[in-house]
């Protein structure tokens, strides 16, 4: 009888899932470095047309965390499309250290690859080392590869992991030609509208202007006053400040480079977004087709000015009305509610270090010297076993350990206690220990999700909060941790399919795949162990 009761319950659900319209084209969004905050802090400046327009007639997801460390570009955009974790997919940071090859690898990173457009030095990549399949691998599969995959962005990772090991083509940017490109592992030569976009100049355009507030600066009263010492800024200009003469600031930034690090990176990409559909045609038929684009350029504007600074204000206003902008032509192009949108970040980041401080919060900086002295003090007992070091973690050499008769658990603990005489430091675990137990205290295991025993190094470092280590300068600001300034991203859903909504209960970036494959009714990614469906969207 209770089998019953269930199943005469689960109906209507499953009744409603089989009716959920299939979009024509979904379109996968991934603001880097986009903090969940954002949507409320500038919420008053933003127009009707973009997030707004995106919460209000969508599903928003208000509690969605990243569930693994560390918080970093690569594995984000691979945990959103794999529906796991680094635990699993293999990307365990942008680069790390490989003790196969003996050398650092980059995460998007083939040497016999080679570049199709651009410059050759931008052009050794491909999705080789994500190690199993996405979203967008699924879709393919499940319509027999009658579905077109495309994936842009600035960033060469931002493109590459979330299009997959099939896609029709994966585009970034080059920053030495000012091009789009991409390399031989997806085809041989550029589409014909890609060279067409590309003849165009667009980056000529955006990178000859000036770069001023949206609106008047006196508005800007959710950020620090713009001239102030947290912020790095420009080279060729002495001050942080508006307004940035682009076209003058070429010369010392890069012809091609200084974009990136403006609002205007995101509209040339959106831009590029628009001629993907058209020169693929995209959202054509009643088949699916997907097109991924990450926006890179809030990052580095994040990196360079900090997360309260009025340049990242007003990078987002100028986003929220690109963006209406891009919902408007979607509109257009493939149809009121026969396109789905989903909207998230690769990660968050961390206020500036020093602001914390000044304003008598926790936090501090990493003294990269000091750090030195410890393990040179622990080497000279020990003797010269660290490798190498990436993204917190400790590769040690364990030739060199076992061929000196030791055991390779006592070196790890040795380090591992070492390092917590670093103040920053708030924990330390051994490989070993992250191989044998299996942690439920929420940090412990995010920790253990970042960690692959094939990949990852002896002894993994956990921070305090508000820290940051002195190699990225005393300016600006980073991410990588697992707190909920890196953690907390926004999600939002809109479109064909979505019905109006939100949750507070709390959702993870691995849920996304999962739950694209059952508003889509394809195959779930192969390896989505981590992640569900959000049930609240079928409800």
Same mark, same amino acid.
């Given at each position: 009888?209770?089998?019953?009761?269930?199943?005469?319950?689960?109906?209507?659900?499953?009744?409603?899932?089989?009716?959920?319209?299939?979009?024509?084209?979904?379109?996968?969004?991934?603001?880097?470095?986009?903090?969940?905050?954002?949507?409320?802090?500038?919420?008053?400046?933003?127009?009707?047309?973009?997030?707004?327009?995106?919460?209000?007639?969508?599903?928003?997801?208000?509690?969605?965390?990243?569930?693994?460390?560390?918080?970093?570009?690569?594995?984000?955009?691979?945990?959103?499309?794999?529906?796991?974790?680094?635990? #699993?997919?293999?990307?365990?940071?942008?680069?790390?250290?490989?003790?196969?090859?003996?050398?650092?690898?980059?995460? !998007?990173?083939?040497?016999?690859?080679?570049?199709?457009?651009?410059?050759?030095?931008?052009?050794?990549?491909?999705?080789?080392?994500?190690?199993?399949?996405?979203?967008?691998?699924?879709?393919?599969?499940?319509?027999?590869?009658?579905?077109?995959?495309?994936?842009?962005?600035?960033?060469?990772?931002?493109?590459?992991?979330?299009?997959?090991?099939?896609?029709?083509?994966?585009?970034?940017?080059?920053?030495?030609?000012?091009?789009?490109?991409?390399?031989?592992?997806?085809?041989?030569?550029?589409?014909?509208?890609?060279?067409?976009?590309?003849?165009?100049?667009?980056?000529?355009?955006?990178?000859?202007?000036?770069?001023?507030?949206?609106?008047?600066?006196?508005?800007?009263?959710?950020?620090?006053?713009?001239?102030?010492?947290?912020?790095?800024?420009?080279?060729?200009?002495?001050?942080?400040?508006?307004?940035?003469?682009?076209?003058?600031?070429?010369?010392?930034?890069?012809?091609?480079?200084?974009?990136?690090?403006?609002?205007?990176?995101?509209?040339?990409?959106?831009? =590029?977004?628009?001629?993907?559909?058209?020169?693929?045609?995209?959202?054509?038929?009643?088949?699916?087709?997907?097109?991924?684009?990450?926006?890179?350029?809030?990052?580095?504007?994040?990196?360079?000015?900090?997360?309260?600074?009025?340049?990242?204000?007003?990078?987002?206003?100028?986003?929220?009305?690109?963006?209406?902008?891009?919902?408007?032509?979607?509109?257009?192009?493939?149809?009121?509610?026969?396109?789905?949108?989903?909207?998230?970040?690769?990660?968050?980041?961390?206020?500036?270090?020093?602001? =914390?401080?000044?304003?008598?919060?926790?936090?501090?900086?990493?003294?990269?010297?000091? !750090?030195?002295?410890?393990?040179?003090?622990?080497?000279?007992?020990?003797?010269?076993?660290?490798?190498?070091?990436?993204?917190?973690?400790?590769?040690?050499?364990?030739?060199?350990?076992?061929?000196?008769? =030791?055991?390779?658990?006592?070196?790890?603990?040795?380090?591992?206690?070492?390092?917590?005489?670093?103040?920053?430091?708030?924990?330390?675990?051994?490989?070993?220990?992250?191989?044998?137990?299996?942690?439920?205290?929420?940090?412990?295991?995010?920790?253990?999700?970042?960690?692959?025993?094939?990949?990852?190094?002896?002894?993994?470092?956990?921070?305090?909060?508000?820290?940051?280590?002195?190699?990225?300068?005393?300016?600006?600001?980073?991410?990588?941790?697992?707190?909920?300034?890196?953690?907390?991203?926004?999600?939002?859903?809109?479109?064909?399919?979505?019905?109006?909504?939100?949750?507070?209960?709390?959702? #993870?970036?691995?849920?996304?795949?999962?739950?694209?494959?059952?508003?889509?009714?394809?195959?779930?990614?192969?390896?989505?162990?981590?992640?569900?469906?959000?049930?609240?969207?079928?409800?």
């Amino acid at each position: 009888m209770r089998k019953l009761i269930l199943i005469l319950f689960l109906l209507p659900s499953l009744s409603t899932i089989g009716q959920i319209k299939k979009p024509k084209l979904v379109v996968g969004i991934v603001v880097d470095q986009m903090r969940h905050e954002y949507l409320q802090r500038f919420e008053s400046k933003y127009g009707n047309d973009g997030f707004k327009r995106m919460i209000r007639d969508g599903f928003e997801a208000r509690n969605n965390h990243y569930n693994y460390i560390p918080t970093y570009t690569a594995p984000g955009h691979a945990s959103i499309y794999t529906g796991t974790t680094p635990r #699993y997919h293999g990307i365990i940071g942008n680069d790390w250290y490989s003790r196969v090859l003996g050398r650092s690898v980059y995460c !998007v990173g083939d040497t016999s690859a080679s570049s199709v457009g651009g410059s050759a030095l931008s052009g050794k990549i491909s999705p080789k080392n994500l190690i199993v399949n996405t979203i967008t691998d699924e879709l393919k599969l499940t319509t027999n590869f009658r579905s077109k995959v495309v994936g842009v962005s600035i960033k060469d990772r931002g493109a590459v992991l979330p299009a997959g090991h099939t896609p029709d083509g994966a585009y970034w940017y080059d920053s030495r030609t000012g091009e789009f490109m991409t390399s031989d592992f997806y085809m041989d030569v550029l589409p014909q509208w890609l060279v067409n976009f590309n003849q165009k100049k667009l980056v000529d355009k955006y990178s000859n202007q000036t770069w001023n507030t949206l609106l008047p600066i006196a508005e800007y009263t959710e950020s620090t006053p713009d001239d102030n010492s947290y912020e790095n800024g420009f080279k060729g200009k002495e001050t942080p400040t508006f307004p940035y003469d682009l076209k003058v600031l070429r010369e010392s930034n890069g012809p091609y480079g200084l974009i990136r690090s403006t609002p205007f990176g995101n509209s040339l990409v959106l831009d =590029l977004a628009k001629a993907s559909i058209e020169g693929e045609n995209l959202g054509a038929d009643q088949i699916t087709d997907f097109l991924s684009v990450s926006l890179s350029s809030t990052d580095y504007v994040g990196h360079n000015f900090g997360p309260n600074s009025v340049e990242v204000e007003d990078t987002y206003l100028r986003l929220d009305k690109d963006l209406g902008d891009f919902l408007t032509y979607l509109d257009k192009k493939i149809g009121v509610g026969e396109y789905m949108v989903f909207l998230t970040a690769d990660h968050g980041v961390v206020a500036n270090p020093q602001f =914390l401080l000044d304003n008598g919060l926790p936090g501090g900086y990493i003294d990269t010297d000091e !750090v030195k002295e410890i393990f040179a003090d622990e080497a000279q007992s020990l003797g010269d076993y660290i490798l190498s070091t990436s993204n917190d973690q400790i590769f040690l050499n364990r030739d060199l350990i076992d061929s000196s008769g =030791l055991e390779l658990e006592a070196i790890q603990k040795a380090f591992a206690e070492a390092a917590m005489k670093i103040p920053a430091v708030a924990e330390t675990f051994t490989a070993t220990s992250m191989d044998t137990f299996d942690y439920t205290d929420p940090m412990r295991s995010n920790l253990q999700n970042g960690y692959n025993r094939k990949l990852s190094g002896d002894v993994l470092l956990f921070m305090k909060p508000g820290y940051l280590t002195n190699t990225y300068g005393l300016k600006g600001s980073s991410h990588g941790t697992g707190y909920s300034y890196d953690t907390h991203v926004p999600l939002l859903f809109f479109g064909a399919g979505i019905k109006k909504g939100a949750t507070v209960e709390k959702t #993870y970036i691995t849920d996304i795949a999962p739950t694209l494959a059952m508003l889509l009714n394809i195959s779930i990614p192969n390896a989505a162990v981590t992640g569900a469906p959000i049930e609240e969207i079928f409800e």
